[in-house]
């Protein structure tokens, strides 16, 4: 099953992602992942990136569609992949369908997970995160068990960038860019609203389930 997943940031689009992957036996692909593999790898492309960055650029649309081109060939994604964040703009996913043409495949199912403002707002700003394992941990939805992490520690951090005002204009970025990929598969009749607000991720997951249960087994 090839799907591709959105969601604003602290919407869980993540940890469903991973959800996904583990229920259908397939990859989740993030760019991000690829991007530092990559780099980490040493690759022709993971030079090219190093040096992009490196100079405060940001990596062309091209260089992503071949990077993507690549892993979609690797033999893991033969049963199908969860694409999580990706593709970002119009030209992105023209480019992907170009691709995935030239594969002989399609996308199957587009998720969206919906989240209200208010409440993603709290997810974000009250975030922690472990600063020796990496956890994360919510002092609303989530808290750390006696304000320690499961790990031991008591080094629980919170992003410096994690403030509302940041946080609104981040969400408000995201939905000024997600507006038109929205229509371009809800014209396509591939796009499905998963509203999660107020929902824990296991209740989101059994949505998310109910949303491609017909299409997983086809």
Not at 132 to 160: E, H, M
Not at 199 to 204: F, G, H
Request: aromatic content about 4%; some cysteine; hydrophobic content about 35%.
């Amino acid at each position: 099953m090839e799907l591709i997943l959105f969601g604003a940031p602290g919407s869980g689009k993540g940890t469903q992602a991973k959800k996904i992957a583990a229920w259908l036996g397939i990859p989740q692909i993030s760019t991000g992942d690829i991007l530092r593999g990559e780099i980490q790898k040493g690759s022709s492309i993971g030079l090219q990136v190093k040096e992009i960055l490196a100079g405060g650029n940001l990596v062309s649309d091209a260089l992503v569609i071949e990077m993507i081109r690549a892993r979609l060939a690797e033999e893991d994604c033969q049963k199908g992949f969860v694409l999580d964040g990706f593709p970002r703009t119009e030209a992105q996913a023209t480019a992907l369908d170009l691709l995935l043409e030239e594969m002989g495949r399609s996308i199957q199912c587009v998720l969206s997970l919906d989240v209200s403002e208010e409440e993603l707002v709290a997810r974000i700003t009250k975030r922690q995160t472990c600063g020796k394992c990496g956890a994360i941990y919510n002092t609303q939805f989530s808290p750390a068990p006696n304000g320690r992490c499961t790990c031991g520690s008591d080094d629980l951090r919170v992003r410096a960038d994690d403030n509302e005002e940041t946080v609104r204009n981040r969400l408000q970025n995201y939905a000024e860019s997600s507006e038109i990929l929205i229509k371009v598969y809800e014209k396509k009749n591939l796009l499905s609203h998963i509203e999660s607000t107020g929902l824990t991720p296991d209740q989101v997951f059994t949505k998310v389930r109910e949303a491609l249960g017909h299409i997983a087994h086809e």
